[in-house]
């Protein structure tokens, strides 16, 4: 109780607080220090992160607890949880039509530090419709390693090294990854924040690369995941300033022995995200444009969806948007294309 009434006095004195709380549960900081705009996250927050989501010097606490034949075993005696409540209502193409769509999804987050040296983070959720618009899941443990590198495993995207999936301004998140079917289960080691490696995907065999640069204004990397049958290249661009974050996410899937390289193969496809987020205090626009296209043909799933969101933030850590997608990809009104109210809160 004495951390949520903190975090009420704080909104009243304290600028608006746009961010998932239970961190600010936690630590007692305000959710602007981390976040530009609910919910993207700042630079100083992508170190906090690197830092297992441990402040520096940070000693979590933790209760010992007596087991059996004599032994000790020991838990967090805290555990945050906070739940992420989206939900849309409006227009969407679907099987020809144009017809009334309505969905909510809900994620459950919560973070607990095992010992100094490691942390395990989870998002759980789901939505009421098959078709939603935006699921996403993560679990992930992860461990502080020598010379400040870390290890981690569990359910995750590349997507987790650059801009998170669901951390944009619109209602449709960066859909390059899942396109390109970047995500899944296995586990990396970070040496440093500009350089990552591991296994993507364990039960295909599926080993990445990403190597590059991240700064406060300005961050790039390149992507490898060279599989036989499953190779992928990419490219990843963000420059951002206060308010203002432009970004682009690039793709070469090719579907093909390793080494090949036939651009006008069937297999072979392009795949991107590319947006820009402009926040003016509590208000926000937010473009985004994700692609999937080929060198020759149409390929399976074409993808050429243009998005708007005009929208505001009326209360902490609550945005309420007017959106709108047009898909090129098909005749209006095939499949895609949507337009309607958006809401995603926080607490």
Same mark, same amino acid.
């Given at each position: 109780? =004495?951390?949520?009434?903190?975090?009420?006095?704080?909104?009243?004195?304290?600028?608006?607080?746009?961010?998932?709380?239970?961190?600010?549960?936690?630590?007692?900081?305000?959710?602007?220090?981390?976040?530009?705009?609910? #919910?993207?996250?700042?630079?100083?927050?992508? =170190?906090?992160?690197?830092?297992?989501?441990?402040?520096?010097?940070?000693?979590?606490?933790?209760?010992?607890?007596?087991? =059996?034949?004599?032994?000790?075993?020991?838990?967090?005696?805290?555990?945050?949880? @906070?739940?992420?409540?989206?939900?849309?209502?409006?227009?969407?193409?679907?099987?020809?039509?144009?017809?009334?769509?309505?969905?909510?999804?809900?994620?459950?987050?919560?973070?607990?530090?095992?010992?100094?040296?490691?942390?395990?983070?989870?998002?759980?959720?789901?939505?009421?419709?098959?078709?939603?618009?935006?699921?996403?899941?993560?679990?992930?443990?992860?461990?502080?390693?020598?010379?400040?590198?870390?290890?981690?495993?569990?359910?995750?995207?590349? @997507?987790?090294?650059?801009?998170?999936?669901?951390?944009?301004?619109?209602?449709?998140?960066?859909?390059?990854?899942? %396109?390109?079917?970047?995500?899944?289960?296995?586990?990396?080691?970070?040496?440093?924040?500009? %350089? +990552?490696?591991?296994?993507?995907?364990?039960?295909?065999?599926?080993?990445?690369?990403?190597?590059?640069?991240?700064?406060?204004?300005?961050?790039?990397?390149?992507?490898?995941?060279?599989?036989?049958?499953? +190779?992928?290249?990419?490219?990843?661009?963000?420059?951002?300033?206060?308010?203002?974050?432009?970004?682009?996410?690039?793709?070469?899937?090719?579907?093909?022995?390793?080494?090949?390289?036939?651009?006008?193969? @069937?297999?072979?496809?392009?795949?991107?995200?590319?947006?820009?987020? %402009?926040?003016?205090?509590?208000?926000?626009?937010? %473009?985004?444009?994700?692609?999937?296209?080929?060198?020759?043909?149409?390929?399976?799933?074409?993808?050429?969806?243009?998005?708007?969101?005009?929208?505001?933030?009326?209360?902490?850590?609550?945005?309420?948007?007017?959106?709108?997608?047009?898909?090129?990809?098909? #005749?209006?009104?095939?499949?895609?294309?949507?337009?309607?109210?958006?809401?995603?809160?926080?607490?």
């Amino acid at each position: 109780m =004495r951390y949520v009434l903190t975090l009420v006095v704080a909104a009243f004195y304290l600028t608006p607080l746009y961010g998932i709380p239970y961190y600010a549960k936690r630590y007692l900081k305000n959710c602007s220090e981390c976040h530009t705009g609910y #919910a993207k996250s700042s630079y100083r927050a992508e =170190r906090f992160k690197s830092n297992l989501y441990m402040p520096e010097n940070y000693n979590p606490k933790m209760k010992t607890v007596a087991f =059996r034949r004599g032994g000790e075993i020991y838990l967090p005696q805290d555990l945050p949880v @906070s739940f992420r409540v989206r939900a849309f209502l409006g227009m969407l193409a679907r099987e020809g039509e144009f017809r009334s769509y309505g969905d909510v999804g809900v994620n459950l987050y919560s973070s607990f530090n095992l010992s100094s040296v490691s942390s395990f983070f989870f998002s759980l959720g789901g939505s009421l419709s098959d078709s939603a618009l935006n699921v996403f899941r993560d679990v992930l443990l992860y461990l502080k390693m020598p010379a400040n590198s870390r290890f981690g495993m569990g359910k995750f995207s590349l @997507s987790e090294f650059f801009i998170k999936r669901n951390a944009v301004l619109t209602y449709r998140g960066l859909r390059a990854y899942e %396109l390109a079917e970047l995500e899944g289960i296995g586990a990396f080691l970070s040496l440093t924040p500009f %350089l +990552q490696f591991g296994l993507l995907d364990a039960r295909n065999g599926r080993p990445f690369l990403r190597t590059g640069a991240n700064t406060e204004h300005f961050s790039f990397a390149l992507v490898a995941v060279p599989v036989d049958g499953f +190779q992928r290249f990419g490219c990843e661009v963000r420059t951002r300033f206060g308010g203002f974050d432009l970004f682009a996410v690039s793709f070469l899937a090719l579907d093909q022995k390793l080494g090949r390289f036939d651009l006008e193969d @069937s297999t072979a496809s392009v795949i991107g995200s590319y947006g820009l987020d %402009l926040t003016f205090g509590r208000y926000y626009a937010s %473009l985004l444009y994700n692609y999937r296209g080929a060198f020759k043909g149409v390929p399976e799933n074409h993808t050429s969806l243009l998005t708007l969101s005009l929208g505001f933030f009326p209360v902490e850590n609550l945005k309420v948007s007017l959106e709108g997608g047009y898909e090129f990809a098909v #005749a209006f009104p095939k499949r895609g294309t949507y337009v309607g109210i958006a809401t995603d809160w926080a607490f």
